[in-house]
C-alpha cells in the first residue's frame, strides 16, 4: 500500500492542524493505521493508531485529549486532529500501515510508511 501524508504547516501554539494520509494500492480496510512523529535530533515516536474498522483508537499518553484519529475506508483515507498544539508538538508526522498482528504502538510492527508532514508550532 502507498501512504501519502499531508497537512502540515507552521501553526503558533494554542491552533489546531488536521493531516491526512491517503492510501492507494490495496484494500485499506484490512490495515490498521498508525501516526508517529519525529523531531530534531529525537528518536520516532508513537502518536496515535485506529483499528481496522474504527472500533478501537489508541494515544500516546502526552497526546490523549489533545489529538483524535479517525479513518474513512471509503476513502482510503486516515486522519489526525490535532488540537492545542504546543512548540514540543514540532515534528515531521508520519503515517504507517500495519497489515498483519503485531503492536499498536511499536514502529517496528508498520510495515508501510508514509513520506512525513512537517508540523511546526511556534511559540
Known amino acids: ?3 501519502q501524508a499531508s497537512g502540515g504547516g507552521l501553526v503558533q501554539a494554542g491552533d489546531s492542524l ?3 494520509c491517503a492510501a492507494s494500492g490495496r484494500t485499506f ?3 490498521v493505521m498508525g501516526w508517529f512523529r519525529q523531531a530534531p535530533g529525537k528518536e520516532r515516536e508513537f502518536v496515535a493508531a485506529i483499528s ?3 472500533i478501537s483508537t489508541y494515544y500516546a499518553d502526552s497526546m490523549k485529549g489533545r489529538f483524535t484519529i479517525s479513518r474513512d475506508n471509503a ?3 486516515v486522519y489526525l486532529q490535532m488540537s492545542s498544539l504546543k512548540p514540543e508538538d514540532t ?3 508520519y503515517c504507517a500501515a500495519r497489515r498483519y498482528s ?3 504502538y511499536d514502529s517496528r510492527d508498520y510495515e508501510f510508511w ?3 508532514t512537517l508540523v511546526t508550532v511556534s511559540s
Request: a positive charge.
Open 91 to 93: 515534528a515531521v508526522y
Open 102 to 104: 503485531g503492536s499498536y
Open 114 to 116: 508514509g513520506q512525513g
Open 29 to 31: 480496510s484490512n490495515y
Open 18 to 20: 488536521r493531516l491526512s
Open 52 to 54: 481496522r474498522q474504527a
Open 1 to 3: 500500500v502507498q501512504l
Open 75 to 77: 476513502k482510503n483515507t
